[in-house]
């Protein structure tokens, strides 16, 4: 089995417990209004708009097929402005045995890997086996990062086979989530109570956008819900930046400092110790 | 008077001039100066003429260590005796109490000899210290350990003074860490032996120090025990060196240098190298015996007349540097790039160190009479040449193939080896995965493991600390405390230090 992978950081200490490399597989099925990869949302078309953009001549076309080559490329990102598609040329096809090899090759350095995107789920079945040849050899943990938009029964297989969820929840109220994301949160609030009882809900986080949600009601809410899952899982609130915003919000306003540390405060209140995340622009 | 020999008196007096009436310069610094250039007035100690052509031609280097060397270059005394036993030189009883202890070893510190004036090795302080902390309760061991780093870091204002702590967690190990983070001073370096009985949690805390002032290091304990003496000390930058020995001095090889007199690689391993590493021994032994035989230093200081230092505890060190540009210029192939670079870095390194391991050491006797193989740092002076064996500033390939390329190489070396990562800030926010990263270069073989954020205040040079704001001063033309800072300040802009790969990226757009 394949999986469309978008891109691979070797180590990152930004997802999920100790050292962990981040794999961010290509797709999405949300549409957030202050999106800062949108080039990862839709497979390639093969239109080959960004073939004749490349400065760097690393893309072509070959039999109608965009294909990338990586030692020529410059990284300049033209192909991302002017896809039409939401999508990338740069993504990289990787067979199960050959990510779980290239993983293990650096093993020692790692605590485990993390799932991201995109929307990794959509690639759950690729998720699964890698993780499940993972667990065979090694003793490397395995989260995932997702919006937890999928259907219950295919997230409950996931999160049986995992070490653990970072879950995404946009926004608390119904109203206000399918406004920002352009679904409803109910069947994410199934999935945050089924990954919760499976004991594998790491941690919910939840970006604050000046004007949509940043209400203490919200934050209050999402505080409480959590509180009323389990006893471990954490928050992390993230200030809305519009640097990198390559959607409807690149010209929205960052989310001040104070208004941060009030609803800080808030969820702290609530959760206690169980809260983080900082202020950085 | 002949004329050569009075022309040299002239160029000697203008010299000193120049010393006493710039004023750049402080008072120590300008004291410093003046010696190293009486000692200059000598002849070098003797060495052949294929020796000086080495040196004429930049392919040897003795570091500016001067001509007539009357103390070993580093000294790392023993300071746990001096606790016991106390000093009848300096008049100290042994400490019984915190205040005690530490006032001994602020007064022993001024009294240990070296290339810099200042002591490179402040001891195993941790446990030095350990007892007389536990019974001094934690409010004060924490006000007195800070009066001590305060002490140190004004007295002894140079970014070469190298404290060590670990393996084992310690109630002042942990004392330091904590007052090292709030105090954000360049000086002492720090050093951390880790070995597996260190605890995640000690080890973490020595994490979070470093990510906030880029110290301290940690170090292979378990490999250089074994290769060493399970005695052994850092000093001054990255040098591992025997507790209650030393290093008479360090003559360094710029590998670059040399390639360029080779035909090939053949004929570098066959005939440049071998010939090259045997002058550098040459000149070693030559500058040792006249510090033993002649300066006399260990029938004259009290460190070894009391049994602080012993002379079968010390070595000479070879250092090497430019194995990069060495193999770019033989192979064309780039190390940490092209797998192939290994093969060949591995052919270099052993060439040098078998025809070094052949010559006698003169009095090398803390490693087996034979002289220490070393990766040198560099120095302000080197430009567009890579220290030791690491890989060229801005070329470094992923962090892991970096790491397990260089572990390979570190083995080689037994007095002394490093390399620099910097990390993003948010490293900042997962210590233990930075630690898992540690752990599993040493597993890899990577002897010292130095690190920073790229955002950092402090920026680390070849092995020491200097802080931005005081590259900034010195570049206005301030004079300044610390005599490394000005170092510092040349070689970030020759060495190119701030072209350091940022090697862990978390900042992406993730939202």
């Known amino acids: 089995m394949r999986g469309i992978v978008n891109k691979i950081i070797e180590v990152s200490f930004i997802d999920g417990p100790g050292s962990r490399m981040a794999i961010f597989l290509q797709g999405c099925n949300l549409d957030c209004l202050y999106c800062h990869n949108p080039e990862t949302k839709k497979y390639c078309q093969n239109c080959g708009r960004c073939v004749e953009q490349c400065p760097a001549g690393a893309l072509t076309n070959l039999d109608g097929r965009v294909t990338w080559d990586k030692a020529i490329c410059h990284g300049c990102d033209r192909c991302l402005e002017v896809c039409p598609h939401s999508s990338s040329p740069k993504t990289t096809l990787w067979e199960v045995e050959d990510l779980v090899a290239y993983i293990l090759e650096n093993e020692v350095f790692l605590d485990g890997v993390t799932f991201s995107g995109g929307e990794c789920t959509l690639q759950a079945d690729f998720i699964l086996e890698v993780s499940h040849k993972l667990k065979e050899k090694s003793n490397l943990t395995v989260f995932v990062d997702t919006n937890c938009f999928l259907e219950e029964e295919k997230f409950l297989t996931l999160c049986q086979n995992i070490d653990g969820i970072m879950a995404d929840l946009k926004a608390f109220d119904p109203v206000l989530h399918r406004k920002l994301t352009g679904v409803a949160n109910e069947l994410i609030f199934q999935n945050l109570n089924t990954a919760s009882q499976l004991g594998v809900l790491y941690e919910v986080r939840t970006v604050l956008v000046p004007g949509l949600n940043d209400h203490p009601q919200e934050v209050k809410n999402i505080a409480r819900f959590i509180r009323e899952l389990n006893s471990y899982t954490l928050l992390k609130l993230i200030p809305f930046r519009n640097y990198g915003v390559k959607s409807y919000l690149k010209e929205a306003p960052n989310l001040p400092e104070e208004k941060f540390f009030e609803l800080f405060e808030v969820a702290t209140e609530i959760l206690g110790s169980r809260v983080y995340g900082k202020y950085s622009i | ?511």
Do not use: W
């Open chain 2, 1 to 511: 008077m002949k004329l050569e020999t009075l022309s040299r008196v002239r160029r000697a007096m203008n010299r000193v001039y120049e010393i006493i009436t710039d004023t750049s310069l402080d008072y120590k610094d300008k004291r410093h100066l003046l010696a190293a250039e009486a000692e200059n007035f000598l002849p070098y100690v003797k060495i052949s003429e294929k020796a000086q052509n080495y040196f004429a031609e930049g392919i040897l280097c003795d570091l500016f260590e001067g001509h007539a060397p009357y103390r070993p270059r580093y000294i790392l005394p023993d300071y746990q005796k001096f606790m016991e036993k106390g000093s009848e030189y300096l008049n100290l009883k042994p400490p019984q109490d915190l205040f005690e202890a530490v006032n001994a070893l602020l007064i022993i510190y001024r009294y240990v000899p070296s290339i810099t004036s200042y002591p490179v090795y402040l001891g195993q302080v941790d446990e030095l210290l350990e007892p007389f902390v536990l019974a001094a309760g934690e409010e004060l061991s924490e006000k007195l350990l800070k009066m001590f780093l305060v002490q140190i870091d004004r007295v002894l204002p140079d970014g070469f003074v190298h404290m060590n702590i670990g393996p084992k967690d310690t109630r002042t190990g942990r004392l330091l860490l904590k007052l090292e983070r709030e105090l954000k001073q360049a000086v002492p370096n720090i050093s951390l032996k880790y070995n597996e009985e260190t605890p995640d949690s000690f080890a973490v805390e020595a994490v979070k120090t470093a990510l906030e002032i880029g110290k301290p290091y940690f170090v292979n304990d378990r490999e250089l025990k074994e290769d060493l003496d399970p005695a052994y000390g850092v000093a001054s930058c990255y040098n591992t060196l025997l507790i209650g020995g030393g290093s008479f001095t360090l003559v360094r090889l710029n590998l670059k240098e040399a390639a360029k007199k080779a035909r090939d690689f053949q004929d570098f391993i066959q005939n440049v190298l071998p010939d090259a590493v045997l002058a550098q021994a040459e000149v070693i032994n030559a500058r040792a015996k006249f510090i033993v035989e002649e300066a006399k230093f260990f029938e004259t200081s009290f460190l070894a007349k009391e049994g602080l230092i012993s002379l079968d505890r010390f070595t000479s060190m070879a250092g090497y540097f430019g194995l990069y540009e060495c193999l770019e210029h033989l192979t064309g192939l780039k190390l940490g790039q092209d797998k192939e670079a290994l093969y060949y870095a591995e052919q270099v390194l052993k060439t040098a160190k078998d025809t070094l391991k052949r010559v006698p050491g003169a009095y090398c006797n803390g490693t087996g009479g034979r002289i220490g193989f070393h990766a040198q740092s560099g120095i302000d002076s080197d430009i567009d040449v890579t220290p030791g064996v690491r890989i060229k500033y801005g070329e470094e390939p992923d962090i892991f193939t970096q790491i397990k390329t260089e572990g390979r190489l570190h083995k080689y070396f037994d007095t002394g080896i490093s390399d620099i990562y910097i990390f993003d800030r948010t490293a900042r926010e997962n210590p233990e995965g930075v630690l898992k990263i540690i752990k599993g270069a040493l597993e890899e073989g990577i002897r010292v493991f130095s690190f920073n954020t790229s955002d950092s205040e402090f920026i680390r040079i070849t092995g020491y600390l200097v802080k931005r704001t005081d590259v900034l001063k010195y570049e206005k033309g301030e004079v300044l405390r610390e005599d490394t800072v000005k170092l510092g300040a040349a070689s970030i802009k020759n060495n190119n230090t701030e072209a350091r790969k940022v090697r862990i990226i978390g900042e992406r757009n993730s939202q």
